[in-house]
């Protein structure tokens, strides 16, 4: 299952994505939450802390300055710029997904 939230300004996309991403992971389901949002705070309210959160949204920057090589695939992705929340869901900050695989 994929679910994308999106939404104006302050209408409670993080809030809805963290709350529906930790109650699945509490009741068992293994789930990948992307933040694709330009401005990055899903970490926060997944329980991964401001640490974390902001480790991840530095390397999306230095992604997106080239600084670093874009994952080839969705492994190397989730492994190299993912953390897990203390709910079990694994977060990754991405900025764009440039060729996703039917998985
Ligand atoms: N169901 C709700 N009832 C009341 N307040 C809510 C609800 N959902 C979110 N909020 C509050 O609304 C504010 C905005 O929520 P949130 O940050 O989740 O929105 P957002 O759409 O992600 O915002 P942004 O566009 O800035 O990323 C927060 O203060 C949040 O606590
Ligand atoms: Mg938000």
């Known amino acids: 299952m994929k679910l994308a939230v999106v939404g104006k300004g302050g209408s409670g996309k993080t809030t809805t ?10 009741n068992g389901t293994a789930v990948v939450a992307l933040d694709c949002d330009s401005n990055p705070n899903l970490g926060i309210s ?35 710029y ?9 977060l990754a900050v991405v900025s764009r997904i440039d060729n996703p695989e039917p998985g």
Do not use: C, K, Y
């Open 17 to 26: 994505s963290s709350v529906i991403a930790r109650t699945l992971a509490r």
């Open 46 to 80: 997944l329980g991964v802390g401001d640490e974390e959160t902001e480790r991840l949204v530095s390397m999306r920057q230095a992604l997106d300055e080239g600084e670093e090589e874009h994952a080839n695939n969705w492994d190397t992705l989730i492994s190299r």
């Open 82 to 90: 993912g953390s897990d929340g203390p709910d079990g869901v694994r």
